[in-house]
């Protein structure tokens, strides 16, 4: 089954304390994309990569860092987590970073740093 | 940078009726504005786009308008059903890629 997947899904941690959130896609998709979701600001684009070792800031790169080694993955490190960083994050892809495809969505990892 | 604002921020229409949502975009290199339909606890999945070289585009119940010259798209859904209830986001990007979107609308349909 064609699918992106997040992990974990869910997770709770503590200032400072460095994480990585996962996302991993099945389809040999070319692009992929991190953005957070926040009540009220819709979906802001954190960073995107158009493919392999290559990667680009997007609305609110602040904070996080990401890696594209290889195709199917595309992780999402925080490495001081703060509060303002709690929120809901989605992992997408799509085929080509130049063409018109759908973008699919991850199913979403909710972050809560206390 | 691009900014989109979205209109109306809740929508409640009666079953049967026409919802209309309106979006509004800074960046007129902009080329490609897609729409998002997110349920409850669910991902956004994309319901309909449209490119800056067409004016409109229809799918069955779902359409959208794009006026470049005055850089603004809106969603139309007719004949609204209660599984349209949901948050619409717009979104606006060159060439499908850095992308921004709206604030969200949160639409409810009422049996």
């Known amino acids: 089954e064609a699918q992106v997947t997040q992990n974990p899904r869910y997770l709770i941690t503590v200032t400072g304390k460095k994480l990585t959130v996962t996302c991993s896609q099945n389809?040999?998709?070319?692009?992929m994309s991190w953005y957070r979701q926040d009540p009220g600001l819709g979906l802001r684009q954190i960073y995107y990569?158009?493919?392999?070792?290559?990667?680009d800031k997007g609305d609110v790169p602040e904070g996080y860092k990401v890696s594209r080694k290889e195709k199917r993955n595309f992780p999402l490190i925080l490495e001081s987590p703060s509060p303002n960083q709690t929120s809901l994050y989605f992992c997408?892809?799509?085929?080509?970073?130049?063409?018109?495809?759908?973008?699919?969505f991850g199913p979403g990892t909710r972050l809560t740093v206390l | 940078g691009e900014n989109v604002e979205q209109h109306p921020s809740t929508l409640s229409v009666q079953e049967g009726d026409s919802a209309v949502i309106k979006c509004t975009y800074s960046?007129?290199?902009?080329?490609?504005f897609p729409w998002y339909k997110q349920e409850l606890g669910k991902r956004p999945q994309l319901i309909i786009d449209?490119?800056?070289?067409?004016g409109e585009k229809k799918d069955q119940r779902i359409a959208v308008t794009l006026n470049k010259t005055a850089k603004h798209f809106s969603l139309h859904i007719t004949e609204t059903q209660p599984e349209d209830s949901a948050v619409y986001f717009c979104?606006?990007?060159?060439?499908?890629?850095?992308?921004?979107f709206g604030a969200g609308t949160r639409l409810t349909v009422k049996p």
């Open positions: 389809m040999n998709h070319e692009y």
């Open positions: 979104a606006a990007s060159y060439n499908n890629n850095d992308m921004r």
């Open positions: 960046d007129s290199a902009s080329n490609y």
């Open positions: 449209i490119r800056s070289n067409v």
């Open positions: 997408a892809s799509k085929d080509s970073g130049t063409g018109w495809d759908t973008q699919y």
């Open positions: 990569s158009m493919n392999v070792e290559v990667t």
